[in-house]
């Protein structure tokens, strides 16, 4: 009886005196800061040391797509990544023809290129991306790229767009009418897919034509049509098709680093995803940082919120972090490799708890 009593209290000893470690650790290892105003210069010196090294910044939004504080807080990270780290590039959940579409608005100012979204924190973004842009020089100016399947919206909106006025070789004119003709009112996936799959045919028969025709926007055009994925996918496991056409943009550009945005079911590192299929690279192997998010008392009307990629470690996670989260945005950091940090780095280097969001 004594011997286990004796067990007992070196075990009770053990857990008291790491979890005085780990509230050491994390006293010293978050950062508040603020969708208005970023990252206060400690959280920047920090980050920047941090970060370097990395050649992709990946945000995993959790509890739900449709919660609008995502917006605002990608123009933080890029902000302070292109301020400091040097970003060119950044890339969401959507196909080459909507980035193209984006990428025209940044150069233009033009609000009609944006896609149309149902809430305005979406324009506020890119509003305020081109605004930054403005201040910057060419060199400088921050795009996006697509990653993901072609969206209905943007699809017919973009081959118009990247039309010539001239007219075609008569071997692919009946081809180019199909483009002429499309309805970019329409957001009907069996219309595009049907579209798409003659132009394929027809790009595949007569490739030189085509090149010939669409001149230096031809590579545009191959890309939105021969996209390995397809507007069937959402529901599907895209994580394959997304990293091989991030590796594919990286191969074309070789930026030093990139910053991406995608749901959280597509950056936790322990599982087999976009993130860990881009982390096995060997170019970008232990080069990707993930920065997972975790909603507390968030809502939205469209669905509820749920944290459930983050359920494994949800208890430790409101035990262990939540007291430090006095502001309603908190980075907590384990890049470290500890006994503290050891279960959540496993899903991702950093986690910003979000409170109160909508």
């Given at each position: 009886m004594r011997k286990l009593l004796s067990t007992f209290i070196l075990i009770l000893f053990a857990l008291t005196a790491?979890?005085?470690?780990?509230?050491?650790?994390?006293?010293?290892h978050h950062y508040s800061f603020t969708l208005s105003d970023g990252?206060?210069?400690?959280?920047?010196d920090t980050l920047k040391q941090k970060l370097d090294g990395y050649k992709l910044i990946l945000l995993g939004e959790g509890g739900s797509h449709f919660l609008q504080f995502y917006e605002p807080l990608r123009f933080v990270w890029i902000k302070f990544l292109s301020d400091n780290l040097g970003l060119k590039h950044f890339f969401m959940e959507f196909g080459h023809s909507s980035d193209f579409l984006c990428n025209e608005y940044l150069e233009t100012g033009d609000t009609s290129y944006l896609p149309k979204a149902s809430f305005t924190a979406f324009k506020i973004f890119w509003t305020s991306l081109y605004s930054y842009n403005l201040r910057e020089p060419e060199n400088k100016k921050v795009k996006s790229f697509g990653i993901d399947f072609e969206r209905t919206h943007s699809y017919c909106k973009t081959l118009k767009l990247l039309?010539?006025?001239?007219?075609?070789a008569t071997t692919i004119k009946s081809a180019i009418q199909l483009i002429r003709d499309c309805d970019d009112t329409i957001i009907n996936c069996d219309y595009i897919l049907s579209l798409n799959s003659k132009l394929k045919d027809a790009i595949t028969t007569y490739e030189l034509a085509f090149q010939q025709y669409f001149g230096d926007k031809y590579y545009d055009v191959k890309q939105i049509v021969f996209n390995n994925g397809s507007c069937k996918d959402a529901l599907k496991n895209r994580n394959k098709n997304m990293a091989a056409n991030f590796l594919s943009f990286d191969n074309k550009n070789n930026d030093k680093i990139y910053y991406g945005e995608l749901g959280m079911a597509h950056t936790i590192l322990i599982n087999k995803n976009t993130a860990s299929y881009i982390n096995d690279n060997s170019k970008f192997k232990n080069k990707v940082c993930v920065i997972?998010?975790?909603?507390?008392n968030c809502s939205t009307p469209q669905e509820q919120v749920s944290n459930w990629q983050l359920k494994k470690i949800e208890n430790d996670i409101i035990n262990q972090l939540l007291k430090y989260c006095?502001?309603?945005f908190t980075l907590f950091d384990f890049?470290?490799?500890?006994?503290?940090t050891e279960k959540f780095r496993k899903y991702g280097q950093f986690l910003i708890i979000a409170k109160n969001q909508h």
């Amino acid at each position: 009886m004594r011997k286990l009593l004796s067990t007992f209290i070196l075990i009770l000893f053990a857990l008291t005196a790491l979890t005085q470690n780990a509230d050491q650790y994390f006293k010293t290892h978050h950062y508040s800061f603020t969708l208005s105003d970023g990252f206060d210069n400690r959280t920047v010196d920090t980050l920047k040391q941090k970060l370097d090294g990395y050649k992709l910044i990946l945000l995993g939004e959790g509890g739900s797509h449709f919660l609008q504080f995502y917006e605002p807080l990608r123009f933080v990270w890029i902000k302070f990544l292109s301020d400091n780290l040097g970003l060119k590039h950044f890339f969401m959940e959507f196909g080459h023809s909507s980035d193209f579409l984006c990428n025209e608005y940044l150069e233009t100012g033009d609000t009609s290129y944006l896609p149309k979204a149902s809430f305005t924190a979406f324009k506020i973004f890119w509003t305020s991306l081109y605004s930054y842009n403005l201040r910057e020089p060419e060199n400088k100016k921050v795009k996006s790229f697509g990653i993901d399947f072609e969206r209905t919206h943007s699809y017919c909106k973009t081959l118009k767009l990247l039309l010539p006025e001239a007219e075609p070789a008569t071997t692919i004119k009946s081809a180019i009418q199909l483009i002429r003709d499309c309805d970019d009112t329409i957001i009907n996936c069996d219309y595009i897919l049907s579209l798409n799959s003659k132009l394929k045919d027809a790009i595949t028969t007569y490739e030189l034509a085509f090149q010939q025709y669409f001149g230096d926007k031809y590579y545009d055009v191959k890309q939105i049509v021969f996209n390995n994925g397809s507007c069937k996918d959402a529901l599907k496991n895209r994580n394959k098709n997304m990293a091989a056409n991030f590796l594919s943009f990286d191969n074309k550009n070789n930026d030093k680093i990139y910053y991406g945005e995608l749901g959280m079911a597509h950056t936790i590192l322990i599982n087999k995803n976009t993130a860990s299929y881009i982390n096995d690279n060997s170019k970008f192997k232990n080069k990707v940082c993930v920065i997972n998010t975790y909603c507390y008392n968030c809502s939205t009307p469209q669905e509820q919120v749920s944290n459930w990629q983050l359920k494994k470690i949800e208890n430790d996670i409101i035990n262990q972090l939540l007291k430090y989260c006095n502001t309603d945005f908190t980075l907590f950091d384990f890049s470290e490799k500890t006994k503290q940090t050891e279960k959540f780095r496993k899903y991702g280097q950093f986690l910003i708890i979000a409170k109160n969001q909508h």
